[in-house]
């Protein structure tokens, strides 16, 4: 027989157990009574322990329809007759009622004799509600009188229901696993199956009238739905199409209620294009759209420039030929602003040379084109250019010129802010494009001098500009659009060039980016055309992402090189800047030096900035000296090197 001490530690190590564990725990009697309940079960039925202990567990706690039930199954667990789980509702404090599944162990005492039943139950109510609703859902599916088509992501077919069987002739058997496409009849246009396919990809519901084609080779319409269906994480796990056959109602559609109906299904997914993609995708999708509209043959959307040339940012015909985006000649460009300006208006192609999409244009077999302005704040940006291979194309795209209207209209308002940026970026590059070319910037060179000999040691090269802007602002704006590097390499490349009637027995320092040095061939091959005594100068304006590979692209340099912190004192997290890349010069901002001799808040900062690079052997130079009080504060505290107008203004290289 157990020993009664060792019956009840194990009860007791079994509720401790119980009370620590995730699911509901209860202990009754062999009267139903609560003995031991967790506080997983207690705060699920919205009591205390202490109110439900001793409780019948059933009136307290189970439905009343469902007692008699529960009951009857309790005492055939505690009489050991086998019941295994079971399912059980509960209802709350709160008069809500929850579905718990059950697995007991019955209890019993040193002699063996049955005590109660022990149970831990999981709580499977949101389970049970989502079968139902599941299982309703399923239900509504196959008796619906739309067909309905579910594939995984990569479009193979795992479901179809009964009205897909009747529309469409093939039995699910024959189509599981195999691709939509068994139904393709070619009514639709390559392009209107690759605007499909770039809407859902996107994320993008496609609303289309389709045709396709029965198992017995006859034909019929759908107004469809294609939604992509996503996991948790948004990631999109498969499509569902929805069709409801139209057949009947299409047979009797004039073609102005096609156009009609088309525009608004076409209009409908044009308005719900993501914003997430770049400008390029968004306006190849958008232009694939609306090629999908009846009879297009090709879509053009043309952005003018602020020069005035006309240049399209997407393309896209039916013979999906991939053609490389070209501008239009200035008189084509020309002629097409001005007839903008006038409206909309439909023309027959001829083979215009000035066409740079002569080809695809041609190979589609378009015979016509309608335009419409494309606008963006109240002004016109560029134009939309629909083309038709049809007979009739000039009377058939005159029809249809209120839909391109709208849809230019569309386009204005989906893309005109970005169109504008990218136009403006454009301009921009031309700009840099041109300086660069026509090499309309000067190298000039300021001294830098030493404070106590005033003598000259060294040269920082600048550059100024033939139109005047600051060269900090040209900078900037060139590293805007992603030509920072190019104007970069073309005035340091001027600079060493115009340097070369310099001393060589002083210091040249150049300012460079960081970029620019992680770059490593441009700067090596520059660097190698000059014997002067090198200093390059980083900005603490710009961030340096990886110091140790910047250490290796100066190792890479071929030749040394002096390192010289510049703005110090004005740019972000100063002193890391300096202790990372270890420079031989600490410039001094202007901010810091202007006026130092009358503030004693700089004295002190320049001070600790002096014992830092004494301590460091490092040397500082103090930028925009302008006054001889400034140069003799800097004196006093021992700031060796001096650069500003004092000593000289930056000037074209004339020796010495």
Request: proline share 3%.
């Amino acid at each position: 027989m157990p020993d009664p001490e060792v019956q009840i530690a194990a009860e007791a190590r079994l509720r401790e157990f119980l009370d620590h564990i995730e699911l509901s725990a209860l202990m009754l009697d062999t009267a139903g009574r609560i003995v031991f309940v967790n506080d997983h079960l207690a705060s699920l039925v919205g009591r205390t322990r202490d109110e439900l202990l001793g409780q019948d567990w059933i009136e307290v706690a189970v439905p009343e329809p469902e007692q008699a039930a529960v009951r009857a199954a309790l005492m055939d667990a505690i009489a050991g007759r086998p019941t295994g789980g079971r399912e059980d509702g509960i209802v709350t404090s709160a008069g809500d009622e929850r579905r718990l599944a059950w697995k007991n162990v019955i209890q019993r005492d040193a002699a063996g004799i049955v005590t109660g039943l022990a149970s831990v139950a999981e709580d499977v109510t949101d389970a049970r509600r989502a079968e139902a609703e599941r299982a309703t859902l399923v239900a509504a599916i196959e008796q619906s009188a739309e067909s309905v088509i579910i594939t995984d992501k990569d479009a193979r077919i795992t479901y179809v229901n009964k009205a897909f069987e009747r529309i469409s002739g093939y039995r699910a058997s024959e189509v599981m696993g195999r691709n939509p496409r068994l139904l393709k009849s070619n009514a639709q246009s390559t392009t209107f199956y690759d605007a499909m396919w770039a809407a859902l990809a996107n994320g993008l519901s496609w609303v289309a009238d389709m045709t396709n084609r029965r198992k017995d080779g006859s034909l019929y319409h759908l107004t469809s739905v294609i939604s992509p269906i996503r996991a948790p994480d948004r990631s999109i796990t498969g499509f569902v199409a929805v069709g409801r056959d139209v057949s009947h109602e299409r047979e009797l559609e004039t073609q102005a209620e096609v156009l009609t109906r088309e525009r608004a299904l076409i209009a409908d997914t044009l308005r719900r294009l993501p914003s997430s993609g770049t400008l390029d995708e968004t306006s190849e999708l958008f232009c694939r759209q609306v090629a999908s509209l009846t009879d297009v043959a090709v879509t053009t959307l043309i952005v003018f420039e602020t020069d005035g040339d006309a240049v399209p940012i997407a393309h896209v015909a039916q013979n999906d030929r991939e053609v490389g985006l070209r501008p239009f000649t200035r008189a084509r460009s020309h002629y097409l602003r001005d007839r903008a300006n006038a409206g909309p208006w439909v023309e027959a192609w001829q083979g215009q040379a000035s066409d740079p999409y002569a080809e695809s244009v041609r190979s589609a077999g378009v015979r016509a084109f309608a335009y419409a302005p494309v606008s963006y704040d109240g002004s016109i940006i560029g134009i939309l250019a629909v083309g038709s291979a049809e007979d009739d194309a000039t009377t058939q795209l005159s029809g249809q010129l209120g839909a391109v209207v709208d849809f230019a209209d569309l386009g204005g308002a989906l893309l005109g802010r970005r169109l504008g940026d990218s136009r403006e970026a454009r301009r921009r590059r031309a700009v840099v494009e041109d300086i660069i070319a026509e090499g309309s910037f000067t190298p000039v060179f300021q001294p830098i001098v030493d404070l106590v000999r005033g003598v000259t040691v060294g040269y920082e090269a600048l550059t100024r500009f033939a139109d005047g802007v600051a060269p900090d602002a040209r900078f900037a704006s060139a590293s805007a659009v992603g030509m920072g590097l190019d104007l970069e390499r073309a005035t340091l490349d001027a600079a060493l060039g115009a340097a070369a009637s310099l001393s060589r027995s002083r210091f040249l320092h150049l300012n460079v980016s960081a970029e620019f040095v992680l770059a490593r061939t441009d700067l090596r091959r520059l660097l190698a055309k000059s014997r002067a005594r090198i200093v390059l100068e980083v900005t603490e304006h710009a961030e340096v992402g990886d110091y140790r590979d910047f250490a290796r692209a100066i190792e890479d340099l071929g030749r040394p090189v002096c390192l010289a912190v510049d703005d110090a004192g004005a740019g972000f997290a100063s002193f890391r800047h300096i202790l990372e890349l270890r420079p031989a010069f600490v410039k001094l901002d202007i901010s810091l030096v202007r006026g130092i001799d009358s503030d004693p808040a700089k004295q002190a900062l320049v001070a600790g900035m002096h014992h830092f690079a004494r301590m460091t052997k490092r040397r500082l130079i103090a930028e925009g000296v302008e006054t001889e009080a400034e140069a003799e504060a800097l004196r006093s505290l021992d700031v060796r090197l001096g650069q500003g107008y004092l000593f000289g203004r930056p000037a074209l290289a004339t020796g010495g």
